[in-house]
């Protein structure tokens, strides 16, 4: 099984998920050289050798989604691909378009494709693709209606660079996933005698929280309890709201995805 984004805050939790089943041989990819000896780098992902049976199990590639053909080797490896890779910003470092479509944007959508393209060449091996993208990707944040309630057929209409980038670049990665899996049967159906090429799945959890592995990266789940619990009194805060999923939850969902029968071309909310 191929995690792109493997020592991301999900992806981290698919791994360790991944591992503990004992069946499973994981390459994960992280934009880091695996082999670095400085601290600096080997915080990163150092976590994920950690794991029970990591050293049988869990090998480890330094990959860029903005790179053409940067997964071709490892994917060439796996019969499963997940991919989690994917920038993810809540603070104000981006403020404007330009920085949005940079930071955002990009590489969402065309590190999406440029994983899915990796995949195409070696369809013959890879038999399913689970996409990690978001209730965003139904729902703008600012759009959503309480009491409504969303389906999987929904699909946001009003976030942009502008207003919710977040959201908008998740909208647009998916897409582009749904995108390539169509093209994948118009172009290879018929010499699959009808049959799909390759599956793809679609997962899109609401805010996910729980505990961080990384030792780098204590920061998000600061800032949520800063969100929810303002100041020491231990009052929420009255001008949100917004469900919430179990990182461990989303983790477990996204292995059961890989051989559930007859879910390709579904989106599921969590």
């Not at 992806?11 to 004992?22: D, N």
């Not at 915080?43 to 940067?70: Q, T, W, Y």
């Not at 093209?183 to 799909?196: C, L």
């Amino acid at each position: 099984v191929c995690v792109t984004g493997a020592n991301g805050f999900v992806g981290s939790h698919i791994v360790r998920e991944l591992l503990a089943m004992g069946q499973y041989k994981v390459c994960g990819t992280i934009r880091y050289d695996p082999h670095s000896s400085d601290p600096l780098i080997q915080c990163k992902f150092i976590h994920l050798m950690n794991f029970p049976n990591a050293k049988e199990n869990l090998e480890l590639f330094r990959a860029d989604v903005m790179e053409e053909g940067s997964f071709d080797s490892i994917i060439s490896k796996c019969n499963y691909v997940i991919h989690t890779a994917c920038p993810f910003y809540l603070t104000p470092t981006v403020n404007d378009t330009h920085n949005a479509e940079i930071k955002l944007l990009d590489p969402a959508v065309k590190g999406t494709r440029n994983v899915l393209n990796s995949v195409e060449k070696y369809r013959d091996r890879v038999k399913r693709v689970i996409v990690t993208s978001s209730t965003g990707a139904l729902i703008g944040f600012a759009d959503r209606v309480f009491g409504k309630v969303y389906y999987e057929t929904d699909w946001n209409e009003k976030s942009s660079l502008i207003s919710n980038p977040f959201a908008y670049s998740k909208t647009m990665a998916e897409k582009e996933a749904w995108k390539w899996y169509q093209e994948m049967i118009d172009k290879y159906s018929n010499e699959r005698n009808g049959n799909i090429p390759v599956e793809v799945v679609s997962l899109n959890p609401v805010l996910i929280i729980g505990p961080i592995l990384q030792v780098d990266r204590l920061i998000f789940n600061h800032m949520m309890k800063s969100k929810i619990i303002p100041g020491d009194d231990g009052k929420t805060t009255k001008a949100d709201g917004f469900s919430i999923v179990d990182v461990r939850d989303v983790a477990k969902a996204h292995v059961l995805a890989l051989t559930c029968p007859n879910v390709s071309g579904e989106r599921f909310v969590l």
